[in-house]
């Protein structure tokens, strides 16, 4: 049967089922920002109704408790989010969502049931991470599985998952089927939505709508609490101040600050992360903590940046912003205070792949990321991470670890002072995983300002560009500390579960233990 047929079926299923006028839960429910003692719980139905919770310690609910939980309007896509408090550590929470209509029969949804694991202070803590998923036209191809890398994920029984940017490509219209390598056809599960490029806030909306039709995906979100962050897909390819939407014929709408203003909205409408305060209700950029033993610190590399320039100027100005000021300086006082063991910074790209943005009308390369290039000391937006990489130095900070993804192939970077041309820092860790379900490239060429060193990578062979999942070469990245030694393990593996690579790293000592 092809993908059209099927989505119609689907169609015409939720059609029948809206006409006994009960509410329908057809995103499944999701799980976010655990934290010790809460977590997100987050929903979607398909009319104005209330969220209903309903959590106990063990499968049979016995002494469960209900919470009557927030309304769901179309002002928000009928998306809704409940926290969960008081939750006890190294617990197995079970779950019961459904929705109540708002006319005087309040008719219920057939619920959808979760469960997760709160991290207790003698649990070994294991997590994936990844990103980029339904990119360059992959989409849900049913006769292949679906998205099955998230059942892959799944599967090894993570306490939780960083998804790490692109979690949806807005920018990329998916077709019913595309010519994939070897002479094969991809076909793809299609929606009005993401026929052409997201626009209007509801295809925007739709995008996310699209990515949770597979059932991979939503039973790993009823199992697995997330922690999400973004890049430059959930808007517009490598958006930033300097991004000219003029002379692209796919946008009708040019305004890249209205594209950002509804993508930032549907991204906070589908993204099961825990608001921030008024101050900045749609910041990204947050630590979640785990105890002593683990800190993750999430980044936004995308809202604070300037423009994409030749990113080669020698002072540090709003020109040459990534992270920008006001989170630099969050992450450097969190770093300083964190007491865990390990502190994982999330980062939505690579510190040294060279990840271009075409040239300038003059014919000089421009920059997408830190890098530029250039093999030299640091210039441009290499000047805030190399004030960063000083400051964990001088203050004396272990354990740090940097995972990321962006590149769609897996990799492990050394970052080597002794090879680098700006040195003053420790030497540390970047493992790259994905994609998770788009095109595979790469590898990327170094700069080495940081002098990082490829001890691993796996992509496409040489000439081989944009590759599908048919290919094996999407990833995602295991991590494991054990509680009693604290080493920290990191696993690359493919789109089987199967390890391609593996680094076990030993906690170095700290005067903060």
Known sequence: MTALPLFLALAASNMAAADDGVPLMEQGIQFGDLVPGRAIVWSRTDRPARMMVEYALNEQFDDSRIIRGPYAFESTDFTARQDLVGLPLGSDVFVKVWFEDLTNAHAKSEPVAGHFHTIGEHDNIRFVWGGDTSGQGWGINESFGGMKIYEAMRQVEPQFFIQSGDNIYSDGPIPSSRPAEDSKIWTNLVTPEVSKVAETLDEFRGRYKYNLLDENLRRFNAEVPQIWQWDDHEVVNNWSDSKDLNNDSNYTVKDVPLLLARATKAFHEYAPLRP?????????????????LLD???????????????NLQTQESA?????????LAWLKEELKNSRAVWKVISADMPIGLNIGDGIDAQGNA???????????????????????????????????????ADVHYAAAHFYDPGKAQTKDFIPFWEFVAGPLNAGSFGPKSTDATFGPQVVFTKAPSAGQVNLSPFAGLQFFGEVNIDRKSRALTVDLKDIEGTTVFSKTLAAAASDKD
Do not use: C
């Open 276 to 292: 921030h305060d008024a101050e900045e209700a749609s910041r990204i950029y947050r630590k979640i903590s785990y105890g002593k």
């Open 296 to 310: 993750v610190f999430v980044l936004d590399m995308r809202t604070y940046r300037g423009p994409n320039s030749t």
């Open 319 to 327: 020109e040459t912003a990534f992270l920008g000021e006001t989170q």
């Open 366 to 404: 421009l920059w997408e990321a830190v890098a530029n290039g250039d093999n030299g000391p640091a210039a441009g937006r290499e000047l805030e991470i190399a004030r960063l990489l000083s400051f964990v130095k001088h203050e004396h900070i272990n354990n740090i670890v940097w995972l990321t």
